[in-house]
């Protein structure tokens, strides 16, 4: 049972020569086991907490704290963070010219567990993670991203949460960009990560869609950099209905 | 006819870092002063090529103090020792310039060339025998021993052979050499050149490629080692239906000026040339420069060309200078184009590959053996790719973890200044002509 725990935690970013704060004071705790969606308009801040939490050094944390189990996560580099449990689906994966996926996992999955894999189970893991993914073998060769539509992108993505079996793992807007028939084979990917494993979740999603395959147990709606409002299923509901709109009017008092 | 023209800046896969010191300068087509590069002079006489002031287009970029010695015919004393390990059935005989047949595929194009084929000295001749099909390389190793030494290596490939040469500089001392690679009709011939130098070495070398009719010539240059390297690549066709590969791949580290000119030049019609240069820098004072002259001439209809160098910039200070020139005399060809990007270390790249766990130093090895791999493969010879693979990587090892630190904090990086990835270099745009 591990827990992630963000408190009151503000992240600016340098822009235009001055510094601009995103998140502005966000608290969130998530247990092994559980997921949570969390639900925002477009530039609210969400990548802004999934990278703030992986260690993107573009993200400055001017306040509050990120823990693992009490570990200070802020205080870790970008790999550290990794191999104590952290793993983040990106929104924009980006290309590894040069480098096969195949290479690309295997080194990732060696530098996770400190250890190389067993060659015969990883084989055997990989290529049935893939085939769960509805990904063709001939992709282990080609290079990381390179050439990859956005929906290969991100299968490509949950096949590596699937093989490096992270504590948590972050979602940002894997949804975004599939048809329906991707959307399914990613979902089923990410249910069976839930299921196997006591991992602990946070899907960022900026649409409902997704709600229907992955049910998450919390929602929080995330307006202007902190989260407004947190529920269950329901929530999810609600926003279908009626959109970010009520959100967005900023509450008088 | 399509002529595509372009200087990528490396937005896609090669990002800056605002604020860096790094420079990285390309220029396009058009900074060139000379009138044509047909102009440049060619000669066997030494008195032919006033002594460079530095200032001249094909000096210019060469570190001047370091070479200017080798502009004298004195320069060199001894002959450097050659190993010649050649299967079966390939000839192999030294002697002097005439008594190998030298300079029927080769004339100096510089004064250094010209003052080495006056040195004379011992000349070697690899001969490949006609329809003769070689199932493994013929290897060369030149073996500096300190001293100042001249040579001319002559490889000539007979009418429908096949065959790899790897053409290896090690060691130290000071070497101007001269290379003569003759592919005859039909032959299939792919020559290596690797500079692999001890660190204080120089060299300044001039390889001409004559393609016959109907060949396929790969050249192939890797450069990794010396103090000074530069190396002259001119090609040209003997008959129509030629196809040249220029490939070439280096790494530049700290003190080091790797320089890499080529020129193809086409008259007969119907041949193919495409160029392919990639390297890496790393250290304040790496420096690599990469001229690439095509000239189409007006008789070479039929001609399809393509040229492209590409840089990654590892460290501040280091810089690389990368000059693509195209000259095209007719418009009645295949298709012609160059592009040249000079990039600095994706920042990106590397959070992508740590936030799946890899150490900082790991990491950035990975995305420069993944930029050298596919052109690495492309040598052919496994035993070769292997043993440079494993040189990058041990440069990378001595030298990264030191250039690493200069970049990101040790721990926590949640106080990193922002380096915006995915944005432009200060890689010129192209000047169109
Ligand atoms: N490097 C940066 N420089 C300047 N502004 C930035 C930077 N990174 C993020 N921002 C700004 O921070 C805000 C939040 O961005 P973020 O990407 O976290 O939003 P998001 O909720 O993920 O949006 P989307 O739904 O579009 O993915 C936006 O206004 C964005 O423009
Ligand atoms: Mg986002």
């Known amino acids: ?253 | 006819m399509t002529v595509v023209e372009e200087n990528r800046t490396p937005g896609d896969e090669l990002a800056d870092t605002p604020g860096a010191t790094g420079r990285a300068h390309s220029h396009g087509a058009g900074t060139v002063p000379d009138a044509s590069r047909a102009a440049r002079r060619t000669s066997f006489e030494v008195a032919d090529f006033a002594v460079p002031t530095g200032r001249e287009e094909e000096w210019r970029f060469s570190p001047f103090a370091r070479i200017k010695a080798l502009f004298e015919v004195a320069a060199a004393e001894s002959a450097p020792a050659l190993e010649v390990s050649a299967p079966e059935g390939v000839e192999v005989r030294s002697g002097s310039l005439e008594e190998v047949g030298a300079g029927t595929g080769f004339v100096p194009g510089d004064r250094v060339a010209a003052a080495a084929w006056q040195a004379g000295g011992q000349a070697h001749l690899v001969r490949i025998p006609a329809e003769a099909e070689l199932d493994e390389p013929v290897l060369l190793t030149l073996r500096g021993t300190g001293g100042a030494t001249s040579g001319h290596l002559v490889v000539d490939a007979g009418r429908h052979s096949r065959a790899t040469v790897v053409l290896d500089h090690v060691g130290s001392g000071t070497h101007r050499g001269g290379v003569e690679v003759r592919a005859g009709d039909g032959a299939q011939l792919t020559f290596v050149t690797l500079q692999e130098w001890d660190s204080g070495a120089v060299q300044v070398s001039q390889q001409d490629v004559l393609v016959g009719r109907d060949a396929t010539v790969k050249h192939f240059a890797v450069t990794l080692g010396g103090d000074v390297v530069r190396l002259s690549t001119n090609v040209r066709y003997a008959a129509p239906g030629g196809d040249a590969q220029c490939l070439g791949l280096y790494f530049s580290d700290a003190g080091q000026h790797l320089e890499h000119r080529l020129f193809v030049d086409h008259e007969a019609t119907h041949c193919k040339s495409y160029v392919e240069y990639k390297g890496a820098l790393q250290g304040e004072t790496a420096r690599s420069v990469w001229i690439g002259d095509v000239l189409i001439r007006a008789a070479a209809e039929g001609t399809e060309t393509y040229e492209l160098n590409r840089n990654l910039v590892l460290t501040d200070g280091a810089r690389a200078d990368s000059v693509p020139n195209l000259e095209i005399e007719t418009g009645e060809i295949v298709g012609a184009g160059h592009a040249s990007a000079t990039g600095r270390f994706d920042d990106e790249q590397l959070f992508y590959l740590q936030s799946r766990g890899l150490a900082e130093a790991d990491a950035r090895r990975l995305v420069v053996r993944g930029f050298f791999a596919d052109i690495l493969q492309r040598i052919g010879v496994p035993a070769v790719q292997e043993r440079l693979l494993a040189t990058i990587e041990t440069e990378l090892e001595t030298t990264m973890p030191a250039a690493a630190g200069a970049t990101v904090p040790a721990a926590g990086s949640s106080t990193m200044p922002a380096p915006a990835g995915g944005q432009q270099t200060d890689a010129e745009k192209a000047e169109e002509n």
């Open chain 1, 1 to 253: 049972m591990a827990t992630l725990e963000i408190r009151d935690l503000h992240v600016s970013v340098e822009a235009d020569g001055g510094s601009k704060e995103i998140l502005r004071g966000v608290d969130l705790t998530i247990r092994s086991g559980e997921t949570h969606a969390i639900m925002g308009p477009n530039g609210s801040g969400k990548s802004t907490l999934a990278y703030s939490i992986a260690g993107h050094p573009k993200y400055e944390v001017t306040g509050g704290s990120v823990t693992l189990d009490g570990e200070d996560v802020l205080e870790m580099s970008v790999d550290e963070r990794a191999r104590a449990g952290l793993f983040l689906a990106m929104q924009y994966p980006v290309e590894v010219p040069g480098v096969t996926v195949s290479n690309f996992l295997r080194t990732a999955k060696t530098a996770i567990d400190g250890e190389a894999p067993k060659l015969r189970t990883w084989v055997k893991d990989v290529r049935s993670a893939m085939e769960g993914l509805r990904m063709d073998a001939s992709f282990a060769e080609r290079n990381v991203n390179e050439g990859f539509s956005g929906g290969e992108k991100k299968r490509h993505e949950i096949l590596q949460m699937e093989l490096l079996r992270p504590k948590f793992a972050i979602l940002d807007e894997t949804d975004s960009g599939l048809d329906v028939d991707a959307l399914k084979v990613v979902s089923e990917g990410v249910n069976r990560v839930r299921q196997g494993n006591d991992v602990g979740m946070l899907l960022i999603t900026h649409y409902t869609r997704i709600l229907r395959y992955i049910t998450p147990d919390f929602v929080h709606v995330f307006v202007d950099g902190k989260v407004a409002e947190q529920g269950g299923p329901e929530l999810a509901d609600a926003l279908e209905e009626s959109g970010y709109d009520r959100f967005l009017t900023p509450a008088a008092g």
